[in-house]
């Protein structure tokens, strides 16, 4: 992504009287200097006036190194101001000839000007590669970025091919065996000692099947139908949800006023809110607390899903929304990756706010939709 860059700030750029001030006292200082030795030096001392009149190129050198060619300018013409007087006997006298006392003023100005040129030429040559050197750092994050979402892509690839052969090869040998667990789990009573190894088995293969499914929406690609909805709606039927957990986790609700309609599909919404609301459940624990807020942002309908749990890890936050990544002993790594590729799918993004402290706050933002159009709809 390549960003604008700021201006390159230039020796010539004008400023304040202040600026002005830090800018050019030091030639002004040496102008000053030089003349008042010039001013107060003997006539028949001709080598101390030639030394003068050559000490006056550094005032108007620095000066030009400092604004430019009007930087530069200024300083000759200054030079030329307080020389003009000696040069021609009204403060002291400088013995050289005529014309080589006007030469150098001369000189004075040209050098003045020059220099002022070489300045902002140099300047001009350093803003071009500062601005390519920014142009190639935007190159070189985005062909991080694009490489990064390579890797991530061929990774949903390897999990789809997987979850493909996981459905062939497993899912019918599964309902085989679930099937025959509760045949024979009817030939013993309850207090059987083979009752508790069924029911185990069953549970067992309960759980496998609800990871292969897991498996399989996450590599299934189907955007599905999009319509106008109320986000505030579903999050406040996610909440309730999770409020009937057997833990009975504190949940609250925050709406920013009225409806807030978003333009996605409505079910995949509510499997992307539960899948975060479960999580941030789990990460706060019974004594803390999960906190939904829905409110317009441009537009975008944003939802945040925050918890008072230990928050992200730094690995945690590199492999936010990767395959098979989880920090729980009984998680698959699924949850978050399936959620992150239903949002971009509906046009939507799912990210962490890095900069929300204590505990941790995901962001689902969606494509959001006119007030009017979610009234014409009935929703």
Known sequence: MVTEQPPIPSPSTPGGAGALVRRYWLPALLIALVSFLHYNTAIHIHALHGIYRRLYYFPIVIAAFRGGVRGG?????????MYLPHAFGLIGFDPAATTEKVLEMVLYLALGLLAGKLVERIDAARGRLARTAADLQDALDEKTRMEDELVRTARLAAV?????????????????????????ADDFPA???????????????????????????????????????????????????????????????????????????????RQVLLNLGLNAVAASGTSGRTSFSVERRDERAVCRVCDTGPGFTSEG????????????????????????????????????????????????????????????NGT
Request: charged share 25%.
């Open 191 to 269: 207090d059987h000692p083979k009752s508790d190894l069924l029911r185990i088995l069953l549970q067992e293969a309960g759980r496998l099947n609800q990871v292969l499914t897991r498996f399989l929406a996450f590599a299934r690609s189907e955007p599905g139908e999009r319509a106008v909805f109320d986000l505030g709606e579903e999050v406040r039927a996610v909440a309730d949800l999770l409020r009937h957990r057997p833990e009975e986790p504190v949940v609250v609700v925050r709406n920013a006023g009225g409806p807030c309609p978003a333009f996605a599909n409505r079910e995949q919404v």
């Open 73 to 81: 300018l200024l300083a000759a013409v200054l030079v030329v101001a």
């Open 160 to 184: 789809g091919r997987l979850s493909a052969g996981l459905a062939h090869e497993i899912r019918n040998p599964l309902a085989s065996i679930q099937g025959s667990a509760e045949v024979l």
């Open 317 to 376: 936050l590199d492999n936010f929304g990767t395959p098979f990544y989880s920090t729980r002993r009984e998680g698959t790594g699924l949850g978050l990756a399936t959620s992150l590729r239903l949002a971009e799918d509906m046009g939507g993004t799912l990210t962490v706010d890095r900069g929300f402290a204590p505990g941790a706050c995901v962001v689902l933002a969606l494509p959001a939709a006119d007030p009017e159009e979610m009234s014409r």
